[in-house]
């Protein structure tokens, strides 16, 4: 009797969830990163001083530099980062004071011992070739527990956030499909410091990275497949305990995301810009057609499968993720 409520159960949220307006996202990138100099973009945001100018950066190995482009990929100006080291920087972040946070933080493979946040003045970029770094965080977190051999690929990070004077950070959980909110709880230079934990997400993927809309109201996380929207419970700072909505993603790899107005922008590794309305999470029922690919895991690492398929994006929302299974894509 129990199982065949519980198919009853799974049935009505299909068939809620079929009903709902299937039309076609527009999955087309929006620009795409025009100079050879920007590789691998690995982290992205917007900036706060100067109209339609977005910061990104490269992945792991690129020399200690940001690049100012446009919303639809035009480089404006490269600026060197003196006192960096680029050995696996993931994302980067902005406040309201006028200063960048580069997260030298990727770790898949337990090689970065040094976990580093680059605090910078954030340049201009129609003049300044150069800024340097004006802060060092040197953090680590409080559960993490080497293998020794690079097999525990659990405490990998890739997305960094600022939100009402405070930092954080969500881990990339390769293998457990979670992630790991940590807030940083001293933002001094030098500072070296354990994170504070504050809560553990089944996320159904390998987070990438992340961004607060301006108020701190509003936390966007993206992974390889999905893209999440959560809400700050009005009692605390803990993001992943408030109520989200979910909605799955065929921008391919993508390493960046931030808000930018009403608007999302994504960047991936190809150096595609993709730029969606923040209202695509109150439309149901959107219909992500991903046919041609999909991401598996062998060895840690996410590669792509070629496949033939379409997905229906189901937002969902609610603050906890106990009835997903219900609408999760197959």
């Given at each position: ?7 009853a159960?799974?049935a009505i949220?299909?068939?809620?969830a079929?009903s709902a307006?299937?039309d076609?996202i527009?999955w087309t990138?929006?620009?795409k990163?025009?100079?050879?100099k920007i ?6 945001v917007k900036s706060?001083?100067?109209e339609?100018?977005?910061?990104t950066?490269?992945?792991?190995g690129d ?37 960048l946070?580069?997260g ?5 493979r ?9 605090v910078v003045n ?5 003049e300044?070739d150069s800024?340097s770094?004006i802060?060092?965080i040197?953090f680590t977190f ?6 020794g ?5 659990n405490?990998?990070?890739e997305a960094?956030?600022?939100?009402n ?16 909110l ?22 159904y993927g390998?987070v990438t ?8 109201s509003?936390l966007l996380v993206?992974?390889y ?5 959560f809400?700050?419970p009005?009692?605390?700072d803990?993001y992943?305990?408030g109520?989200f909505?979910?909605i799955?993603s065929?921008?391919?790899?993508g390493e ?11 960047s ?10 923040l209202?695509?999470?109150d439309?149901p029922?959107?219909?992500s057609?991903?046919?041609?690919q999909r ?5 840690g ?7 033939n398929?379409?997905?229906i994006n ?10 997903c299974?219900?609408?999760k894509?197959?």
């Open positions: 009797m129990y199982k065949i409520a519980l198919h159960l799974v949220c299909f068939l809620l079929c307006t299937q076609e527009a990138p929006y620009g990163f025009g100079s050879n590789a691998e973009s690995s982290g992205l706060r001083r100067f339609r100018v977005f910061w950066h490269n992945d792991r020399r200690a530099r940001i690049f100012a482009t446009t919303a639809e990929g035009e480089l404006i100006r490269e600026v060197r980062i003196h006192g960096g080291k680029n050995v696996d920087w993931e994302d980067i972040a902005i406040d309201d004071s006028g200063h946070y580069i030298d933080f990727g770790n898949n337990e090689k970065n011992q040094e976990l580093t946040i680059y954030e340049p201009n970029p129609f300044a800024t770094v802060m060092h040197v409080p559960d993490r527990v080497s293998s051999n690079g097999a525990n690929a405490f990998d990070c960094l956030f600022y939100a004077g405070r930092l954080y950070c969500l881990t990339k959980h390769a293998r457990e499909k979670i992630t790991r940590y807030r940083f709880e001293s933002l001094e230079d030098n500072a070296r410091q354990t994170l504070t934990e504050i809560e553990e997400f089944k996320i390998a990275a992340a961004d607060a809309s301006i108020d701190g509003l993206l992974c497949e999905y893209i999440y929207l809400e700050k009005s009692e605390s803990n992943l305990a109520k909505k979910r799955t065929a921008a391919g790899k960046g995301i931030c808000f930018a107005g009403s608007d999302i922008f994504i991936n590794e190809r150096g595609e810009i993709y730029k969606l309305p209202s695509i999470f439309t029922g959107e219909k057609s991903i046919t041609g991401f598996i895991e062998k060895d690492n996410f590669q792509l499968e070629k496949v398929q379409n997905r189901n937002p969902v929302l609610s603050s906890r993720p106990l009835l299974f219900a609408i894509p197959p």
